[in-house]
């Protein structure tokens, strides 16, 4: 076993920088690269531009992908949030036989290979006739964006008091009122949480889309057709937008869990 020494603690670290570095040097090229003024990807950029965000915000293809992007991983999210909500919350609060089988029935799609799932969505759509479709698309993101709202809200289930349910029962509370009135004020950033981890989830899938979508295409999807027949520096602009967008959604997870978390601490 493994001490707690320095040459530990040190290669630890080190360890730590090389897989931060690892992965943030494919962002250093991606990023510069898209404000480049060359026809072509190069690196370094021989010149600042604006062209390739010009060119995508300009090109109605892939403002139509955005708008289908953003309306799946919508609908997506807020229904994984729905039915992984009350899945976890029968999970941490239920005793009953095959609880965890059933838990690990909903966390498969995080577990078993994406190709796999990708090909059982296929099959499963097509026997109902939803293949190709906006639903069966929608159905599909949800699924695989279940087990992300599982993980983060059954951590705040888990930590939260039953006693304070409990007392709201006790006064007459029904159990949609003390749901509305009592669990979810005190759940509340993580719900948000979860909710942001099951739209960036949605947004950025791409093997699933690709075996689903049918005519729909969404970006990553439109990305990947476009290296497949050209490489288009258009894609490090949009691999730029989605970069931000991640980073300042996680941003905003961590500052609202941080500032849920001051506040526990000042009210214990």
Do not use: C
């Not at 992984?84 to 965890?100: S, T």
């Not at 293949?131 to 599909?140: D, K, P």
């Not at 894609?235 to 500032?259: K, N, P, Q, S």
């Amino acid at each position: 076993m493994i001490g707690n020494t320095p040459w530990t603690r040190r290669l630890l670290t080190a360890a730590g920088y090389f897989g931060l570095a690892f992965l943030t040097v494919p962002l250093l090229i991606v990023i510069p690269m898209s404000f480049s003024s060359a026809r072509a990807l190069t690196f370094p950029p021989p010149g600042l531009s604006l062209r390739w965000y010009e060119a995508f915000f300009g090109d109605s293809r892939w403002m139509e992908a955005m708008a289908t992007s953003a309306s799946v991983a919508a609908i997506s999210s807020v229904a994984a949030l729905l039915l992984g909500g009350l899945a976890v919350y029968g999970l941490r609060r239920g005793n009953f036989i095959g609880r965890g089988p059933a838990e690990g029935n909903f966390m498969a799609p995080l577990i078993v290979p994406t190709i796999i799932t990708a090909i059982a969505l296929y099959l499963g759509l097509a026997k109902v006739g939803l293949l190709g479709s906006f639903l069966g698309l929608v159905m599909a993101h949800t699924i695989l964006n279940v087990p992300l709202v599982i993980m983060v809200l059954g951590v705040a289930i888990r930590e939260f008091d039953h006693r304070i349910e409990q007392v709201a029962w006790s006064l007459g509370a029904s159990w949609t009122y003390t749901m509305r009135k009592v669990v979810l004020p005190n759940l509340a950033p993580s719900v948000f949480a979860a909710w942001i981890f099951a739209f960036i989830g949605s947004f950025d899938e791409v093997i699933v889309t690709s075996f689903i979508a049918g005519k729909y295409e969404t970006v990553p999807k439109k990305m990947f057709n476009e290296l497949i027949l050209e490489v288009n520096p258009t894609i490090t602009a949009v691999a730029t937008l989605l970069i931000a967008f991640t980073v300042l959604a996680l941003a905003a997870v961590a500052f609202i869990l941080g500032r849920a978390g001051k506040l526990k601490q000042t009210l214990v």
